[in-house]
Nanobody, 124 residues
Framework: QVQLVESGGGLAQPGGSLRLSCAASGFTFSSYAMSWARQAPGKGQEWVSGILGDGSDSYYAESVKGRFTISRDNAKNTIYLQMNSLKPEDTALYYC?????????????????WGQGTQVTVSS
């Protein structure tokens, strides 16, 4: 069955960095776009970033553009989110999602599985 397991969250100071990982299993990883989303306390889900199955293109929310970088290693069935210049407003539960359809145009809201998430807290 499909499993998505996030890791790498923690406490960071404003201006600091964290690198999140999402290990995937149970499907042909390289065929599916993957995304990161987040949910802050008391707020709704926010899409953060996405990457195509072959890694040829990536997408970012305006709120993280220039600070976050998404990447993937298809040999390891893992995606990453490098987060730099962190701000307190980046505090949230971050989770990865799997696109619902293989080899399809990127749609951040058309996904069928998501992980349990990893908590990121940005505070001094």
């Amino acid at each position: 069955q499909v499993q998505l397991v996030e890791s790498g969250g923690g406490l960071a100071q404003p201006g600091g960095s964290l690198r999140l990982s999402c290990a995937a299993s149970g499907f042909t990883f390289s065929s599916y776009a993957m995304s990161w989303a987040r949910q802050a306390p008391g707020k709704g889900q926010e899409w953060v970033s996405g990457i195509l199955g072959d890694g040829s293109d990536s997408y970012y929310a305006e709120s993280v553009k220039g600070r976050f970088t998404i990447s993937r290693d298809n040999a390891k069935n893992t995606i990453y989110l490098q987060m730099n210049s962190l701000k307190p407003e980046d505090t949230a539960l971050y989770y990865c999602t799997k696109a619902a359809e293989p080899n399809s145009a990127y749609d951040p809201y058309h996904y069928d599985y998501w992980g349990q998430g990893t908590q990121v807290t940005v505070s001094s």
